[in-house]
């Protein structure tokens, strides 16, 4: 191999080339011509950099004249001919956020793309598209949100959150509620095993074998399922014979009871069997909160765990073998189990549901 004349280069600059080589994030052609420049110095021939890189004799030259005559300070894209690009940024954002940000009815659409928005305006969708980087825009997005119009939210609110931070002394806390519809389906072919390359793989269709709905019982200060039943249904009577087996798992001590605001919760059976057992207080979350409460009733934590470990790519062929998987699955849960650590307070909380 011819090897040419070493370009020289200056006190610290190969350092700082083969850091730009090794950046993920730098553009290509300038990681090529920091790639030239290491080449030349180890005395490389122009046609063989050429060669190695994709580009061609002129280039390399070029990149070498430049380098010796400004140093790294050239190696970006030059100032190129012609009138600089002009986008009127302004019409871009009054045309984005007019309306409430809908496009108009003609074109039958919720909301603006870049394309459809620069077809509009005569301009290239990256010009859009770079206006809506600049200025935070993404009409594409779309988030819910939820007023609360319980009038006793903070009350509610300061309760529960009370009862996590500082529990009574001598007492058991214990989050209840029902997740219900849970549906025995049975795929309509064996699951495909997990393979090198390749997930797990099942069946779209599948047949409905029935539902049920499962009852549970969070203890706050172990995370255990203390109690749970599957039931067909989910009226007052299930709830209230639930109700009766928290208790008998929690025997003679204070029991508080954190539950959301169902109505067969509230219903006469229920708080006359209350009445009757006074160690037994429940607590209620509130009613239509926002986003910020929604898991203020923490036995909502092990459904979401349940439904993506257990249930979600379970085959059930009836509803027995659904509430067998269920039943195993809590008792394995309870050996590994880990209490939820609640650190929001209530302040924090009610700080947020207000700006939101």
Request: proline fraction near 6%.
């Amino acid at each position: 191999m011819y090897l040419a004349a070493a370009l020289q280069l200056r006190e610290g600059d190969r350092s700082r080339l083969k850091a730009l080589t090794r950046m993920s994030t730098a553009p290509a052609g300038l990681v090529r011509r920091a790639r030239i420049l290491l080449l030349a110095a180890e005395g490389v021939s122009n046609t063989d950099i050429a060669a190695r890189l994709g580009t061609s004799r002129p280039t390399v030259l070029r990149w070498r004249e430049r380098y010796l005559g400004s140093g790294l300070a050239v190696l970006g894209d030059l100032p190129r001919p012609g009138r600089p690009g002009t986008v009127d940024e302004v019409a871009v954002l009054v045309a984005t956020l007019a309306d409430s940000g809908r496009p108009p009815a003609r074109l039958g659409v919720a909301h603006w793309s870049s394309r459809l928005l620069g077809a509009e305006l005569g301009l290239s969708f990256s010009a859009v598209a770079k206006v809506w980087r600049k200025w935070g825009l993404q009409p594409h997005r779309v988030e819910t949100f939820k007023f609360s119009t319980d009038p006793e939210l903070e009350w509610k609110i300061r309760d529960v959150v009370g009862l996590y931070l500082a529990p009574p002394e001598k007492a058991v806390v214990v989050c209840v509620d029902e997740k219900t519809q849970i549906q025995a389906l049975d795929r309509t072919a064996p699951m495909l095993p997990l393979r090198p390359g390749l997930p797990e793989r099942q069946t779209h269709d599948y047949k409905r074998n029935g539902t049920t709905s499962l009852f549970a019982a969070l203890e706050v200060a172990t995370g255990r399922i203390s109690a749970d039943a599957c039931f067909e249904r989910h009226s007052n009577k299930e709830f209230l014979a639930f109700l009766k087996q928290v208790a008998k798992a929690h025997p003679r001590v204070k029991l508080h009871v954190v539950a959301d605001n169902y109505a067969t919760h509230k219903h006469p059976n229920v708080n006359e069997w209350l009445a009757k057992n006074p160690r037994i207080t429940l607590h209620f979350t509130p009613t239509s909160c926002s986003t910020s409460c929604s898991w203020l009733n923490m036995v909502e934590i092990f459904f979401g765990i349940i439904t993506r470990q257990a249930i979600r790519r379970g085959t059930f062929e009836s509803v027995p073998d659904l509430k067998a998987a269920i039943r195993a699955f809590i008792d394995g849960y309870n050996t590994r189990c880990k209490p939820f650590t609640w650190t929001k307070t209530a302040d924090q909380i009610l700080d947020k549901v207000k700006r939101n």
